[in-house]
C-alpha cells in the first residue's frame, strides 16, 4: 500500500467528520462533562438523597404492643452519622401510628396505599426484661426501594437492633459477664492496597466501561458516515473509480476511524483526571465526603507508566472497533441501516465490564479476550496494578482480530453486490 493515498483516504473522511459540530461536541464536550457530572454528581445527589431520609421523620404503622423501651428507641433522634453515604446527616426517628387490626394484608395494604412507610406487626408479648422467652416481630415495607432502607425500614431494624443490644447487656451483666467475654478474638481489618488501589475507588471498574463507550462512540461517526453514508450519497462509487487500490481505501478509512476514536479516548481520559482534580477541590473545601468521593473512584490518578499504559490499550480498542464498525457499515444500505446493525455492539462493551469488579480473580488468559483484554488493562493502569506482559498479550489480540476484520471489509469492498446494491 501507498501511505500517501492512505493519508488522503483518511484525511477526506476526517474533514467530513470535523464538518459536523454535533459530532465534535460528543467527541469532545460530552466526555469533558459528562465523566465529572457521573463520577462526581451521581454520589453528590445519593449522599443528599439518604441525608433526607436520615432527617426525615417517617410514619410507621403498629399494630399489636411494643415495650416501652423499644417505643423510646424507635422516637428517639440519633447522632450525626460520622461514615457512609449519609455522613453528616443527624438521624431522627420515626412516628408511631396505631393501626386497627392485625392481619397482613392490612399492613401490607397500608404501606402500598402509602398510609404509613412500614408497619410493625406484633404477634406475641416482646421480651422487656432479661430472660424472657424470645419472640419475633413482623416489619412490612417495600424491600426494593432504596427510601425505605435508608429511611424507615433502616431506622426499625436500627432501633430493634439496640434494643436487642441492651437486653443482652443487662442479661449479660446478670450472669456476671460483659460483652468483651462473647468475643475475646477481636479482628483488626488493615487495608493492605496500594495508594493508587485505594484512591482509584471500590467503583473504578466503571472508568473501563466509559472509555470504551466514549471511544465507539468516537468511531461510529467517522466510520458510518465514510461507509453507508458515502453509499447512500452517491460518492463511494467515485472514490472506488479514482487510481486507489482498495487495499488503501480500507485502510485509509481504518486509519480515519481510529482517530477519531482515540480523540474521543483522550477527552475521556482527561474527563477523568478532571474529575480528580476538581473531588480534590471539593474535598479540601469540605464539600464532598471522603468516602463517597473514595467509592466512585473521584480521586484519580495516573503517573507516566500509567497514562502510556491507558493510551496503548486505548489504541487497541479503537483499532478493533474501528475495524468491527467499518467491516459492518459497509453491508448496509443506508445510515439509518448501519445504526441498526452497530446499536448492539454498546452491550459488548456493558455486559463484560460488568465483570471488571471480580478483576482480582481473572488469570492472564483473560487479556487474551478482544477487547474484554482491553477493559481489563485500563482497570489495572487505573488501580496500578497492571504487569506489561498482560497489556502486551491484551494489545495482540486485538491488533490480531483488527486484521482479520480489516480483511473482511476489505472482502466486501472488492464486491460490487455490496458496494452497488442500495
Known amino acids: 500500500m501507498r501511505p500517501d493515498f492512505v493519508w488522503r483516504v483518511a484525511a477526506r473522511d476526517l474533514l467530513s467528520t470535523l464538518r459536523d459540530t454535533r459530532t ?14 457521573l463520577m462526581l454528581g451521581t454520589p453528590l445527589l445519593l449522599g443528599q438523597f439518604i ?71 406484633v404477634t406475641a408479648p416482646l421480651p422487656e426484661r432479661e430472660g424472657d422467652a424470645p419472640a419475633q416481630v413482623q416489619v412490612f415495607a417495600k ?21 436487642n443490644h441492651a437486653l443482652a447487656a443487662r442479661r449479660l451483666a446478670a450472669a456476671g459477664l460483659s460483652e468483651d467475654d462473647l468475643s475475646p478474638v477481636r479482628l483488626d481489618r488493615q487495608d493492605a492496597s496500594t495508594v493508587q488501589e485505594a484512591s482509584s475507588g471500590q467503583l473504578a471498574f466503571l472508568i473501563p466501561l466509559l472509555m470504551m463507550n466514549f471511544i465507539l462512540s468516537g468511531a461510529m461517526a467517522t466510520a458510518l458516515d465514510s461507509t453507508a453514508g458515502e453509499k447512500e450519497r452517491g460518492t463511494l462509487e467515485s472514490l472506488l473509480v479514482s487510481p486507489v487500490r482498495r487495499s488503501e481505501v480500507v485502510a485509509g478509512k481504518l486509519l480515519a476511524t481510529t482517530l477519531s476514536a482515540l480523540v474521543a479516548a483522550l477527552f475521556s481520559v482527561l474527563g477523568f483526571l478532571g474529575t480528580g482534580l476538581i473531588a480534590g477541590l471539593l474535598l479540601q473545601r469540605g464539600g464532598m465526603q471522603a468516602d ?21 490499550s486505548a489504541v487497541g480498542a479503537a483499532l478493533l472497533l474501528s475495524a468491527l464498525l467499518i467491516a459492518l457499515s459497509i ?37 487474551a479476550i478482544p477487547l474484554f483484554g482491553s477493559m481489563l488493562s485500563v482497570m489495572d493502569s487505573v488501580t496500578g496494578t497492571l504487569k ?13 482480530t483488527t486484521l482479520l476484520l480489516a480483511a473482511l471489509a476489505l472482502r466486501s469492498f472488492q464486491r460490487e453486490e455490496v458496494i452497488f446494491r442500495n
Open 24 to 37: 465534535l461536541l460528543g467527541t469532545v464536550l460530552i466526555p469533558l462533562v459528562l465523566i465529572p457530572v
Open 388 to 400: 506489561w506482559p498482560q497489556l502486551w498479550l491484551s494489545l495482540g489480540a486485538n491488533l490480531l
Open 292 to 312: 463517597l468521593s473514595q467509592a466512585f473512584g473521584g480521586q484519580l490518578a495516573l503517573g507516566a507508566g500509567g497514562f502510556a499504559s491507558l493510551l496503548l
Open 51 to 121: 441525608g433526607g431520609q436520615a432527617q426525615k421523620r417517617q410514619q410507621v404503622g403498629v399494630m399489636g404492643t411494643l415495650p416501652a423501651e423499644l417505643r423510646e428507641r424507635l422516637g428517639q433522634d440519633g447522632q450525626p452519622e460520622q461514615t457512609g453515604a449519609g455522613a453528616g446527616a443527624e438521624h431522627t426517628g420515626v412516628e408511631l401510628v396505631p393501626l386497627n387490626g392485625n392481619s397482613p394484608e392490612v399492613a401490607r395494604q397500608a404501606v402500598q396505599s402509602e398510609q404509613v412507610d412500614a408497619v410493625i406487626r
Open 143 to 163: 424491600l426494593n426501594s432504596l427510601a425505605a432502607q435508608t429511611g424507615a425500614l433502616g431506622k426499625v431494624e436500627a432501633a430493634v437492633t439496640s434494643y
Open 331 to 367: 453491508y448496509a444500505r443506508s445510515y439509518k441501516e448501519a445504526q441498526t446493525y452497530v446499536t448492539p455492539l454498546s452491550l459488548v462493551i456493558v455486559l463484560p465490564a460488568l465483570f471488571l469488579q471480580f478483576s482480582d480473580g481473572f488469570s492472564t488468559a483473560f487479556y
